[in-house]
């Protein structure tokens, strides 16, 4: 399955929790979504985000958040992940789902008194906080790669300027 569509629904699943265990689960697939798009994009992604993109695959712990129990009941939707076709586009949904999981485990952390659940939920907030900062850094490398690709494009002839990125004159 397609990055953005399992981004789509893990953000629908995330916006439907209505019990603690259902957010946890959801920020832990989150987790394991965002890893699996790392693994991805290190060995096909554009050449200027491997090297992210390799972190991103490694943070919290690499491979134990997709053998984290909440996961066990129904397996890591990352599991179906088969491409990422649009770089770009995936990472911004992956950066509004962190973004989302990071409010609601802030939300449990601060609503429990159980001691164990709340440590739970600030390994979580920090996992998906550190995977959101690799994610800003591959989005901030893929506007630089298109700026300089706009500046080094040939002039258009038909427009008697560079590129549809050239402001008027």
Do not use: F, K, N
Request: charged fraction near 25%; charge should be negative; proline fraction near 5%.
């Amino acid at each position: 399955m397609e990055a953005e569509r399992l981004i789509a629904t893990g953000r629908h699943e995330l916006a439907e929790a209505r019990v603690v265990l259902d957010i946890v689960v959801e920020a832990w697939q989150a987790q394991a979504l965002a890893q699996a798009i790392g693994s991805q994009l290190a060995l096909c992604g554009p050449l200027e985000l491997r090297s992210e993109a390799r972190g991103l695959s490694e943070t919290s712990g690499g491979r134990a958040t997709v053998e984290h129990p909440a996961l066990r009941g129904g397996g890591p939707r990352a599991a179906r992940l088969t491409a990422v076709t649009d770089a770009r586009a995936a990472l911004t949904a992956l950066g509004a789902l962190l973004g989302e999981v990071g409010i609601a485990l802030v939300g449990v952390a601060c609503a429990t008194d159980e001691e164990g659940l709340y440590w739970q939920c600030i390994e979580a907030i920090d996992a998906a906080d550190e995977a959101g900062d690799r994610v800003r850094a591959m989005l901030r490398r893929l506007a630089v790669r298109d700026r300089e690709r706009a500046r080094d494009r040939p002039p258009d002839p038909a427009r008697g300027r560079a590129g549809p990125t050239a402001g008027p004159r």
